[in-house]
């Protein structure tokens, strides 16, 4: 596509559900990037796939976050039994190569509740 | 580590003034560095990328230069307009993953 596509853009959901975030990256970028921005802080790193290698998981929080990359194209990020500190804005990511820059998506708001 | 620090946090200014923010960095080490916008509720927005090669970046009324020996890039906005009015972040790529390491972002105000 002709962009990074998030969904959904907005989540509401209640404390201890699951929920799953969706990300299209950019046809032809390997590369694919998950950060959080939670309200008045920074963005932070979760997660990194690049091609068909084993995912860098260094930035996830807790073993509650998880993410796969399905035929190194769209990816899906997964947060089991939701606390309200995951209330957040979550952002991906992709790039062809870093010397080429990373397009973001628009994010999904989400509130746990 | 790489460290990000953008100076100042907020700037407020009235519309037609020409401003300059703030992005420095501790490993000089860099690939490239990118500034974004970030209005409220949205996504990030590329503004520029500069090439550690490269002195400067130039798009329209924006202007970002990188002096990567001492470890600062200024992101010069011509003539201001209340459209710019959002949220300005610096990133560098850093670590193995090449992940973006952000800093805080300047708030930035244009009054009509």
């Known amino acids: 596509g002709a962009g990074v596509s998030q969904s959904p853009s907005n989540k509401v959901t209640e404390k201890g559900k699951d929920v799953e975030l969706r990300c299209d990256p950019i046809s032809g970028h390997t590369a694919l990037y998950w950060y959080r921005q939670s309200l008045g802080q920074g963005l932070e790193f979760l997660i990194y796939f690049q091609g068909n290698s084993a995912p860098d998981k260094s930035g996830l929080p807790s073993d509650r976050f998880s993410a796969e990359r399905t035929g190194g194209s769209v990816s899906t990020l997964t947060i089991q039994r939701t606390q309200q500190e995951d209330s957040a804005v979550y952002l991906c990511a992709s790039t062809r190569e870093v010397d080429y820059g990373y397009t973001f998506g628009s994010g999904t708001r989400l509130t746990v509740v | 580590k790489q460290e990000v620090t953008q100076i100042p946090a907020a700037l407020s200014v009235p519309e037609g003034e020409n401003l300059v923010l703030n992005c420095s960095f501790t490993?000089?080490?860099?690939?490239?560095l990118q500034w974004f916008r970030q209005d409220p509720g949205k996504g990030l927005t590329s503004l520029l990328l500069?090439?550690?090669?490269?002195r400067e970046q130039t798009s329209g009324r924006l202007n970002a230069s990188l002096d990567k020996s001492s470890g600062r890039s200024t992101l010069y906005i011509a003539a201001s307009q209340p459209g710019d009015s959002a949220t300005y972040l610096c990133a560098v790529p850093s670590g193995s993953a090449r992940q973006l390491t952000f800093g805080s972002g300047t708030q930035l105000t244009v009054l009509p």
């Open positions: 490993d000089s080490a860099i690939y490239n």
């Open positions: 500069i090439q550690s090669s490269q």
